[in-house]
T-cell receptor, first 110, second 115 residues
Framework: GQNIDQPTEMTATEGAIVQINCTYQ??????LFWYQQHAGEAPTFLSYNVLDGLEEKGRFSSFLSRSKGYSYLLLKELQMKDSASYLCAVLTDSWGKLQFGAGTQVVVTP | ETGVTQSPTHLIKTRGQQVTLRCSSQ?????VSWYQQALGQGPQFIFQ???????GRGNFPPRFSGLQFPNYSSELNVNALELDDSALYLCASSTVYGGYNSPLHFGNGTRLTVT
């Protein structure tokens, strides 16, 4: 079957680091995206990995291991505004079809 | 550069009715996709349009249909609404050329409630 698994919820303190893991098993793989979604808003693009390794973009980094079917999103120096759902999504074909995980709700506390 | 816009923002319909949701793609994008997002879940792929043709479809029944227009705007139509159709419907646009896929840019969605 096809699965994309990520934890349901994570809580961390302002200024801390949080790592959101994502494991996937899909029929096709053309890359992996991470999106951020605040309640009632559209998902917004954070990162894209197609090759193994780490991609760093400011406070956010994303890692991919294709052989292990594994990715993580690392959020550093957490801010209150980072409280949101983080969606792991696999690009399953060459036309842009995304298969999403259920999302990880990150709660940042003072 | 204008983003992806969807209308209406919210909609309440009765079971059995039909609904049309609209989307204007981000300028320069040639592909539009529709996703259904139930509360607490990730978005689920409904279908995708490229050059006014359906280019892929998820696990949704035929009563979900769509159109893409020459100006890359799009409609999602749902017939014979069921209670389980209550969800956030997201439109996303992107550019596909030469095997390259730009990231999907999502609209703010239409919240559909079926009573």
């Amino acid at each position: 079957g096809q699965n994309i698994d990520q934890p349901t919820e994570m809580t961390a303190t302002e200024g801390a680091i949080v790592q959101i893991n994502c494991t996937y098993q899909t029929s096709g793989f053309n890359g992996l995206f991470w999106y951020q979604q605040h309640a009632g808003e559209a998902p917004t693009f954070l990162s894209y990995n197609v090759l193994d390794g780490l991609e760093e973009k400011g406070r956010f980094s994303s890692f991919l291991s294709r052989s292990k079917g594994y990715s993580y999103l690392l959020l550093k120096e957490l801010q209150m505004k980072d409280s949101a759902s983080y969606l792991c999504a696999v690009l399953t074909d060459s036309w842009g079809k995304l298969q999403f995980g259920a999302g990880t709700q990150v709660v940042v506390t003072p | 550069e204008t983003g992806v816009t969807q209308s209406p923002t919210h909609l309440i319909k009765t079971r059995g009715q039909q609904v049309t949701l609209r989307c204007s793609s981000q300028s320069g994008h040639n592909t539009v996709s529709w996703y259904q997002q139930a509360l607490g879940q990730g978005p689920q792929f409904i279908f995708q349009y490229y050059r006014e043709e359906e280019n892929g479809r998820g696990n949704f029944p035929p009563r979900f249909s769509g159109l893409q227009f020459p100006n890359y705007s799009s409609e999602l139509n749902v017939n014979a609404l069921e209670l389980d159709d209550s969800a956030l419907y997201l439109c996303a646009s992107s550019t596909v050329y030469g095997g390259y896929n730009s990231p999907l840019h999502f609209g703010n969605g239409t919240r559909l409630t079926v009573t």
